[in-house]
Nanobody
Framework: QVQLAESGGGLVQAGGSLRLSCAAS????????MGWFRQAPGKEREFVAT????????YYADSVKGRFTISRDNAKNTVYLQMNSLKAEDTAVYYC?????????????????WGQGTQVTVSS
């Protein structure tokens, strides 16, 4: 069983930055791709970013490309999401997730473990 714990959310003004962290338990962290998703009130969960198991490959949703950066530290079993130039529409609960394989994916059903989420609120 893998447990994921997000941290780093909060309230920030538009144009500001936040760095989310996701700490994973278990010994298989480096064997799996990881992803970040978000869900705003009344909306479906949407893909934000994904990173390969080595960290060499990343992929972003168009809405965050150029503003967000996903990274990972396999020695610390942690994945990060650096969010810059935040906008009001980035307000959501952000979830990290472990892919069910070594391959990165943008679809939620290809992830088998999920964190509880951390709230990000951007004021305009």
């Amino acid at each position: 069983q893998v447990q994921l714990a997000e941290s780093g959310g909060g309230l920030v003004q538009a144009g500001g930055s936040l760095r989310l962290s996701c700490a994973a338990s278990g010994r298989t962290f480096s064997s799996h791709a990881m992803g970040w998703f978000r869900q705003a009130p009344g909306k479906e969960r949407e893909f934000v970013a994904t990173i390969s198991r080595s960290g060499a490959s990343t992929y972003y949703a168009d809405s965050v490309k150029g503003r967000f950066t996903i990274s990972r530290d396999n020695a610390k079993n942690t994945v990060y999401l650096q969010m810059n130039s935040l906008k009001a529409e980035d307000t959501a609960v952000y979830y990290c997730a472990e892919a069910n394989s070594r391959y990165s994916s943008s679809v939620p059903y290809e992830y088998h473990y999920w964190g509880q989420g951390t709230q990000v609120t951007v004021s305009s």
